[in-house]
């Protein structure tokens, strides 16, 4: 599955962006994810997760000023993101797992795209 993104940019403190991960195959049923990882992080932090039957979850930094979507028709994924800090600032990566079962953490991270810059400043 190749996962492509787009969205990013630089945005004042207390901003928004919306990020976007086109998927090349399907999205439905299938648990999708946003990670950032900031220089020297090697493993990234999970930002938001939607698992192949539409739950949610998201990191406590994040709760109450992301949201993340999916699109099924458009295999498409979003990261609505409000209230942006400076902490925010990271390259953000998209990820997939196997379509038709439900993720843990890891099985998330089967598929991954080539991440989008975020700069949150003031």
């Known amino acids: 599955v190749h996962l492509a993104e787009s969205g990013g940019g630089s945005v004042q403190i207390g901003g928004s962006l919306r990020l976007s991960c086109v998927a090349s195959?399907?999205?439905?049923?299938?648990?999708m994810a946003w990670f950032r990882q900031a220089p020297g992080d090697e493993r990234g932090e999970e930002v938001a997760?939607?698992?192949?039957?539409?739950?949610?979850r998201y990191a406590d930094s994040v709760k109450g000023r992301f949201t993340i979507s999916k699109d099924n028709v458009r295999n498409t994924l979003y990261l609505q993101m409000d209230s942006l800090k400076s902490d925010d600032s990271s390259k953000y990566y998209c990820?997939?797992?196997?379509?038709?079962?439900?993720?843990?953490?890891?099985?998330?991270?089967?598929?991954w795209g080539q991440g989008t810059q975020v700069t949150v400043s003031s």
């Open positions: 990820a997939a797992g196997p379509a038709f079962i439900y993720c843990t953490t890891n099985a998330v991270r089967t598929y």
């Open positions: 195959d399907f999205t439905r049923n299938r648990c």
């Open positions: 997760m939607i698992n192949n039957d539409d739950s949610v």
